[in-house]
């Protein structure tokens, strides 16, 4: 651990909070019909898209209509990406002449990018078109970016409405999520990155000759848009293998920090909106606050265990960092850094292999998705998984003091609280249900390929990834195979759809409500008090829930690899 390297952790998070607050102010006026800079281009357009819609702007939607529209609209979405993956074969735009995605890769493919999971069991560059790149992931990246946000836009209106039956339209949320926030942002930031060096072209892979005289197949292809809504959008799925490992996604050492930076900013930015459309931007940045300690808690955990370097290795006098599976290009700061922002958001996007990490290294990505990827989290989904915790902590206090719990003057009771543990249970459930099921049976037991408690790792890493959707690989994991994509697939179905719908239960069931004045009872929600209360609820949850099977894998694995034992690989 270094001064550099702790400046540059400093530097990310001063970006991060500058940011927040004119994003937070600017989505706000987005969300709420006002104008913007950018309305008098874009004011047209959204009308146009309204009316051929048949769509009243004007005209708003009860939770339980809001969800159905999300789901059928979502459902259209899976259908229409898994017809695309299997007819790839036959379409246009595939120079290298991909073939068709098998039944099983395709469903989970599917589910992972509709999810905003983007999980991939394939390789970008030599298993999709340039037709499934861009018309299949690129766009449902900026679909399902866009709900997450309208998600926690609606769940806020709930805190912020009174005696009201509606929570808004999620169409017109859809639309001005993608029309006013996402895609500008994107024009300007693949903008960026091509001039870093990014590629951006319809044209065919190129031969080089190496040094050896050897002749090498480079890949190209609509990199640049991908990988900015992929950042942006906390989606993760990159258009290489590699992902931001490789030099086409993240060239340079400024595209690196500016990448971090991107899958952060939204996200920490919807806490702003969040105060500032319940009338107290302090309360917002409460929560920022016990985001942002959970987070340099994580940080500080990763970037010491890597410099720390293996335990094994310590013990044979071989100092100097744990620099296995990183870019020489990036270090150590970066990578943990980068694999900190990237599993406290549900990115999904790796400049490191995880699975080279040390024990505790490993430990606290797997540990931020799952508590249920709220320290910052994906775009929206980030703010509306702390707004659940934030329900069960307000319910702890009350339970303290022996009086009905209270939020932003809404009384929180048993529907509230029920719908709570639903969106938070569902979580554990896929991730610690599937892991056990794939460590009994043989086409699970298949996949790993390291023996003891880091094979574990790799298969309870996996399971998290996919149910938090996060969409990261801890790597060493085979999991191109029926059992893995159909479980996989399931789990982030179900850690997606079976939050976002308590969520918005709990959002009418709030809207519906009346407003109670505060009185002196009443426990104030925007000081240190309350954030700690709340990110101690966080831990409690957290540690009650995945300590046993943390305790099988990494914590196992560090309290072997200090005293000197290793496992032979193979599953």
């Given at each position: 651990?270094?001064l550099?390297?702790w400046?540059?952790?400093?530097?990310f998070?001063a970006?991060?909070?500058?940011l927040v607050?004119?994003?937070?102010?600017y989505?706000t006026?987005v969300f709420q019909?006002?104008?913007?800079?950018?309305?008098p281009?874009?004011?047209p357009?959204?009308?146009?898209?309204?009316?051929?819609?048949?769509?009243d702007?004007?005209?708003?939607?009860?939770?339980?209509?809001?969800?159905?529209?999300?789901?059928?609209?979502?459902?259209?979405?899976f259908?229409a990406?898994?017809?695309?993956l299997?007819?790839?074969?036959?379409?246009?735009?595939?120079?290298?002449?991909q073939?068709?995605?098998a039944p099983?890769?395709?469903?989970?493919?599917?589910?992972?990018?509709?999810t905003n999971?983007?999980?991939q069991?394939?390789?970008?560059?030599?298993?999709?078109?340039?037709?499934?790149?861009?018309?299949?992931l690129t766009?449902?990246?900026?679909l399902?970016?866009?709900?997450?946000?309208?998600?926690?836009?609606?769940?806020?209106?709930?805190?912020?409405r009174?005696?009201?039956?509606?929570?808004?339209?999620?169409?017109?949320?859809l639309?001005?999520?993608t029309l006013y926030v996402?895609l500008?942002?994107?024009?300007?930031?693949?903008?960026?990155?091509?001039?870093?060096?990014?590629?951006?072209t319809?044209?065919p892979?190129?031969?080089?000759?190496?040094?050896?005289?050897?002749?090498?197949t480079?890949?190209?292809?609509?990199v640049a848009s991908?990988?900015?809504i992929?950042?942006?959008?906390?989606?993760?799925?990159?258009?290489?293998?590699?992902?931001?490992a490789?030099?086409?996604?993240?060239?340079?050492?400024l595209s690196?920090?500016?990448q971090m930076?991107?899958i952060?900013?939204?996200?920490?930015a919807?806490?702003?909106?969040?105060?500032?459309?319940?009338?107290?931007?302090?309360?917002?940045?409460?929560?920022?606050?016990?985001?942002?300690?959970?987070?340099?808690?994580?940080?500080?955990?990763?970037?010491?265990?890597?410099?720390?370097?293996?335990?094994?290795?310590?013990?044979?006098?071989?100092?100097g960092?744990?620099?296995?599976?990183?870019?020489?290009?990036?270090?150590?700061?970066a990578?943990?850094?980068?694999?900190?922002?990237?599993?406290?958001?549900s990115?999904?996007?790796?400049?490191?292999?995880?699975?080279?990490?040390?024990?505790?290294?490993?430990l606290?990505?797997?540990?931020?998705?799952?508590?249920?990827e709220?320290i910052?989290?994906g775009?929206g989904?980030g703010?509306?998984?702390?707004?659940v915790?934030?329900?069960v902590?307000?319910?702890?206090?009350?339970l303290?003091?022996?009086r009905?719990?209270e939020?932003?003057?809404k009384?929180?009771?048993?529907?509230?609280?029920?719908m709570a543990?639903?969106?938070?249970?569902?979580?554990?459930?896929?991730m610690?249900?599937f892991?056990?099921?794939?460590?009994?049976?043989?086409a699970?037991l298949?996949?790993?390929a390291?023996?003891?408690p880091h094979?574990?790792?790799?298969?309870l890493?996996?399971?998290?990834?996919?149910?938090a959707?996060?969409?990261?690989?801890f790597g060493?994991l085979?999991g191109?195979?029926?059992?893995?994509?159909?479980?996989?697939?399931?789990?982030m179905?179900v850690?997606?759809f079976?939050?976002?719908?308590p969520?918005?239960?709990i959002?009418?069931?709030l809207?519906?409500?009346?407003?109670?004045?505060?009185?002196?009872?009443t426990?104030?929600?925007?000081?240190?008090?309350?954030?700690?209360?709340?990110?101690g609820v966080?831990?409690?949850?957290?540690?009650?829930?995945?300590?046993?099977?943390?305790?099988?894998g990494?914590?196992?694995?560090?309290?072997a690899?200090?005293?000197?034992?290793?496992?032979?690989t193979?599953?």
């Amino acid at each position: 651990m270094t001064l550099n390297g702790w400046i540059q952790v400093a530097l990310f998070c001063a970006v991060v909070l500058a940011l927040v607050r004119p994003l937070g102010g600017y989505m706000t006026r987005v969300f709420q019909g006002e104008r913007t800079l950018l309305s008098p281009v874009l004011a047209p357009v959204e009308r146009g898209l309204y009316r051929l819609a048949g769509l009243d702007a004007r005209g708003e939607q009860g939770w339980r209509a809001y969800a159905l529209s999300m789901l059928g609209f979502h459902a259209l979405g899976f259908a229409a990406l898994y017809g695309l993956l299997r007819l790839q074969d036959g379409l246009p735009l595939n120079p290298a002449g991909q073939g068709t995605v098998a039944p099983d890769l395709a469903f989970n493919t599917a589910a992972s990018f509709v999810t905003n999971t983007n999980w991939q069991n394939y390789g970008g560059e030599s298993t999709l078109s340039y037709l499934s790149q861009m018309l299949g992931l690129t766009h449902q990246n900026f679909l399902s970016a866009a709900t997450g946000i309208a998600l926690a836009v609606a769940l806020v209106r709930g805190f912020s409405r009174a005696s009201a039956r509606t929570i808004g339209s999620f169409w017109v949320d859809l639309t001005r999520c993608t029309l006013y926030v996402l895609l500008p942002l994107c024009v300007l930031y693949t903008l960026f990155l091509v001039s870093q060096g990014v590629p951006q072209t319809l044209g065919p892979s190129i031969a080089a000759t190496t040094l050896e005289g050897e002749t090498q197949t480079l890949a190209l292809g609509p990199v640049a848009s991908q990988v900015a809504i992929k950042m942006l959008g906390t989606n993760g799925g990159g258009f290489f293998n590699a992902n931001a490992a490789h030099p086409f996604e993240n060239p340079t050492a400024l595209s690196n920090f500016v990448q971090m930076v991107s899958i952060f900013a939204l996200g920490a930015a919807m806490t702003n909106v969040f105060g500032r459309m319940v009338g107290d931007e302090r309360q917002g940045w409460a929560i920022l606050g016990a985001m942002g300690l959970l987070f340099l808690a994580g940080v500080t955990v990763v970037y010491w265990a890597e410099s720390a370097g293996s335990p094994v290795l310590s013990r044979l006098g071989l100092t100097g960092g744990n620099l296995e599976g990183k870019e020489l290009r990036f270090g150590i700061v970066a990578s943990a850094l980068f694999a900190v922002v990237t599993t406290a958001a549900s990115c999904g996007a790796v400049n490191a292999m995880h699975d080279s990490f040390t024990a505790l290294g490993g430990l606290i990505p797997m540990i931020n998705m799952q508590l249920g990827e709220i320290i910052v989290g994906g775009v929206g989904a980030g703010l509306y998984g702390m707004l659940v915790f934030v329900i069960v902590a307000i319910f702890v206090a009350g339970l303290m003091v022996g009086r009905t719990p209270e939020y932003l003057g809404k009384k929180i009771e048993a529907r509230e609280v029920k719908m709570a543990m639903l969106a938070i249970l569902c979580l554990p459930l896929m991730m610690l249900g599937f892991t056990a099921l794939a460590t009994v049976l043989a086409a699970g037991l298949a996949g790993p390929a390291n023996a003891g408690p880091h094979g574990f790792s790799e298969i309870l890493y996996a399971f998290t990834s996919a149910a938090a959707n996060n969409g990261s690989a801890f790597g060493g994991l085979s999991g191109n195979t029926p059992f893995y994509n159909t479980t996989l697939a399931i789990g982030m179905l179900v850690g997606r759809f079976f939050v976002i719908l308590p969520a918005l239960a709990i959002a009418g069931a709030l809207a519906a409500k009346k407003t109670v004045p505060a009185s002196a009872g009443t426990l104030p929600t925007h000081g240190g008090l309350f954030i700690g209360l709340l990110v101690g609820v966080i831990l409690i949850v957290g540690g009650l829930t995945f300590f046993p099977s943390l305790a099988l894998g990494p914590i196992v694995e560090h309290l072997a690899g200090a005293a000197g034992q290793t496992f032979a690989t193979g599953g």
